[in-house]
């Protein structure tokens, strides 16, 4: 009787911890809409909770978003700047900025034909993160081709 007890608070303890942590990514992403990126970080910095890589996509995420969603291009420009603020910090932290963290902020800018924004956050990747070249070359071609084929349908795609 005493190994099914142990084994129920043992399942307890990991579904809570397991709903907790969703809870809080999500959390994280709503703030990051609702306030800003530099607010979010703030926030994260003050609370004595471990901030993980899961958490700073959230707030791309939500930055991405914002973006998305804003009517000029300043706007937009100023969420995706919330954006490279994140992956600083994330590479102030040491954590390793993967293909799941620029991947969304470089599709975006690739769909609004940022050409110069591009380069820029692909430089800035490739010196925090050596190993990422050849994902970037798939971004690099992908956006160099549709500009050079002049596709605007397929770069607005």
């Not at 603020?85 to 599709?107: A, C, N």
Request: with cysteine; glycine share 6%; aromatic share 10%.
């Amino acid at each position: 009787m005493a190994r099914k007890e142990v084994a129920r608070e043992r399942k307890q303890v990991w579904d809570f911890n397991d709903t907790q942590k969703y809870h809080f990514r999500k959390l994280v992403k709503n703030f990051a809409e609702k306030v800003g990126a530099n607010a979010t970080l703030e926030a994260l910095c003050t609370l004595d909770r471990e901030t993980g890589v899961k958490e700073f996509n959230c707030v791309i995420e939500g930055c991405i978003k914002k973006a998305r969603n804003a009517d000029d291009e300043d706007a937009a420009l100023e969420e995706i700047h919330g954006a490279y603020v994140v992956l600083q910090t994330m590479s102030e932290r040491g954590f390793k900025i993967d293909e799941e963290t620029y991947g969304p902020i470089l599709m975006f800018i690739i769909d609004m034909g940022m050409v110069e924004e591009f380069h820029f956050f692909c430089d800035h990747i490739k010196k925090d993160n050596p190993k990422s070249l050849q994902r970037l070359a798939y971004y690099e071609n992908e956006l160099l081709l549709m500009i050079k084929v002049g596709d605007v349908d397929k770069i607005q795609s």
